[in-house]
């Protein structure tokens, strides 16, 4: 009975149940789950190879890419702007169906959760913690990893750049693979959410900066 007992509970661990709600949880829902995943530990050893490819583009055997890139807008006040934003953990914005609530900001406060409403159905909490927080006067970057409970195990990033020509880039990346038996499987029903979650948060900064630049327009004409 012993090894069957055991093959029991290792398959139970593999199968990594995620955090589930029918409907939306509520902002006090999340900052709890938020909260009480100061305990639990990285699914992975991936830490550091999601920033790693964006400064080599390099990128490990067995870990799937998916990236989504904007320009921003153009100059330094542009780039400031993004960058309070990445500073403050204000990663995407004005999107329905997904969020990234933070404990605080990525420097100070590092646990966080992935909200995202799945194929217009359940919505999934997924706990991550910050694992890079870099902010500079042309370059900044935030990266975070995923903790035990998330279907996937990997690391996303956001990356912030100003070029030479003053065009302001946010490229948002994720390498990751499945996470357990469940994860493993699910794989292929995650991926398309992935993308549009990716894509959703790029286009959040580019957003921020045409209401922006709205409200400057704004008061010059008044």
Excluded at 202 to 207: G, H, L, P, T
């Amino acid at each position: 009975a012993g090894p069957a007992v055991l093959a029991i509970l290792a398959l139970g661990s593999s199968l990594n149940i995620p955090a589930l709600r029918v409907t939306r949880p509520s902002a006090a829902e999340v900052d709890e789950f938020v909260r009480r995943q100061g305990s639990k530990g990285f699914n992975s050893r991936a830490q550091g190879h999601v920033v790693n490819y964006l400064h080599t583009g390099e990128r490990p055997a067995g870990l799937q890419l998916c990236e989504r890139s904007a320009v921003v807008g153009r100059g330094q006040q542009a780039y400031d702007r993004a960058r309070n934003a990445l500073a403050n953990g204000e990663l995407i914005s004005g999107v329905p169906w997904a969020t990234i609530c933070l404990g605080g900001k990525p420097a100070e406060a590092p646990d966080l959760a992935t909200v995202v409403q799945c194929y217009r159905s359940v919505w999934c909490l997924n706990p991550c913690r910050v694992t890079y927080a870099a902010l500079g006067t042309t370059h900044s970057t935030v990266a975070y990893a995923t903790l035990n409970g998330h279907l996937l195990e990997g690391e996303e990033a956001f990356d912030l750049r100003m070029a030479l020509d003053g065009r302001v880039h946010v490229r948002v990346a994720s390498l990751s693979k499945g996470s357990g038996v469940l994860g493993t499987l699910a794989t292929p029903f995650i991926a398309p959410i992935r993308r549009a979650f990716l894509a959703a948060a790029a286009q959040s900064f580019v957003s921020r900066e045409v209401a922006a630049q709205r409200l400057i327009l704004g008061e010059e004409i008044a």
